[in-house]
């Protein structure tokens, strides 16, 4: 057998380590052997930082491909810092008694180790960059991965037969305050593996941010999937044998045979607006996407793309809807309802509030229908009018600006109305810091002489810790808990319904009822000590120069018992 070129087996090695293309570790791998033998190395070590915090903890990887006997004497040493922060080291060893290098084999393996290091710097950066981009910092793969993937689809098997779903885990945040942030994600993990195996290698399930996923898969695991977004038990202490059931509310594409694939907001364009219908529903957690849901997605870009022009040119209007003395008949106030007219059409209000709530765009608008109420007060105080109590609608968006109060005390002050005919609705919240937002709005509100109410009371889990907790100064009872609206068990809504009356006036609260539509119910509002009413039977909500009649007259007739 021919012996081997120390020269030519070593600018092979060189060449295989440099050489950008075509990179085949395994015959790179049996070259490094070669070289390292007639090198007479016993052990070559490479170790990998992404910083030198890391490097002093031991946080790295460490490699010796090569390790055939004692390494005894460490023959040669580097180790390099990168300007990024990597830390690149390289160790060669001998067993004791071998031949030590000459000076020509020290430079051969000098440029030898620090071409295998630069070798290892490419491709483990690489690998750091796969994960930066395509992994989230708690390690879930994340949205560019699942757009990757749609990528990957499109240019190799496509999309028939194939459904893509948004979810998000209904009252996650109740998990985190219940039982902490360490153990929900614990169960956040547990809930992916969950669907992370029920699609296996078949499709692709990535989170998009905190308890909001996407995943794509055939359509033959579908009701799988659905199932396990109805409801699963996830096992969150082993030891105890204690259990949660997550369920989510999830957008799905059942992607026809006819599907476009143009980019790859293609197929999150249909799941999107179908998740988000999803998470309004009261019932149903499962919205598909369909020639509505289209229609949807075409509506939300309608209104996004006319909404500056609709306030800079004033197509939001404020109507207002009287709120009554049950007894009487007077108008004791007024809800201000907001109404946009485009192109002589009223535009529904769930048309477009509920994609304003998508964003800080809601509050935009809520700052507008305030400085619009104010200015109608004041012109019917000018006017010399019986001016009523007006409430306006804030989103709870509006608890992440920790200024609210100065700011809703400016435009109140900059149309000169004194704070006594403001009132602010605010509807419930769901979590603890959420609510110690709340309480400091509140609070503030209270001081200065603005009312605050609680609006739908009744709806949501935490109503009676809302109004134990918070100084309101009026409670607005939903119509949902009406005796005989939407309820079989009429006794049982009459107990509630009078309970609920009783308590606010006990609190020293005032009383409202939305949503009165007949006769009948004015009589229960009547009955059960609830004073005040809001709603059809009286009146819709009015066009300003309407609203300013009924103030003239003053109210409606008393019904008769």
Known sequence: MEPLDFNEEFYKMIDLMVSPDNYDRPKMMQQLFKVARMFRLTKVVSEFYRNPAMEARGEGEVLSDFDEGPADIKVLYRRYQLKNGVVLKASAFMAEGTEPLNEDEEKKLDLCIRSMLNLLSRNRMQAVIEMLGYQDRDGYPNFPAFFRYLEKMQSTCGFKGYTAILYNLRQFSLINRDLGHDMGDRILRVHFETIKAIIGDKGFVVRVGGDNFAAI??????????????????????????????????????????????????????????????????????????????????????????????????????????????????????????????????????????????????????????????????????????VVRVSVNLSRKHLLDVDLLEHLMRVIDKNKVPYKYIEIELT?????????????????????????????????????????????????????????VGNDNKKMSNLMFGHIASMAKDMGLECITEGVETADQVEILKNNDCPYAQGFFYDRPLPVEEFEERLKKGGYDPVSS
């Open 428 to 484: 419930e919240t769901t979590t603890e810091v959420e609510l110690k937002k709340l309480r400091r709005l509140v609070e503030g509100l209270r001081e200065v002489g603005i009312s605050t109410a609680v609006d739908d009371f009744g709806v949501g889990y935490s109503s009676l810790n809302l109004i134990r907790e918070l100084p309101w100064n009026v409670l607005k009872i939903d119509r949902s808990l009406l005796p005989g």
């Open 217 to 386: 898969f055939p359509n033959e695991l579908l009701d799988k999937i659905i199932k396990a977004m109805e409801g699963v038990p996830v096992v969150y202490d082993k030891e105890n044998d204690r259990r949660v059931m997550i369920s989510a509310c999830a957008g799905v594409f059942i992607i026809p045979p006819d599907f476009k694939y143009i980019n790859q907001g293609s197929i999150v364009d249909m799941i999107y607006p179908s998740c988000q219908t999803a998470k309004l529903e009261k019932e149903g957690t499962i919205v598909y996407a369909s020639k509505k849901s289209l229609a949807e997605k075409e509506n939300m870009s309608r209104v996004r793309r006319h909404f500056e022009e609709a306030l800079e040119k004033n197509y939001f209007h404020a109507f207002y809807q009287p709120k009554v003395d049950v007894k009487s008949g007077k108008i004791i106030g007024a809800e201000a309802l907001c109404r946009w007219i485009y192109e002589g059409s009223v535009v529904p209000p769930m048309e477009f509030i509920p994609i304003l709530e998508q964003n800080t765009d809601i509050c935009r608008l809520d700052f507008y229908m305030l400085d619009r109420v104010c200015k109608d007060i004041r012109s019917w105080l000018d006017k010399g009018l019986n």
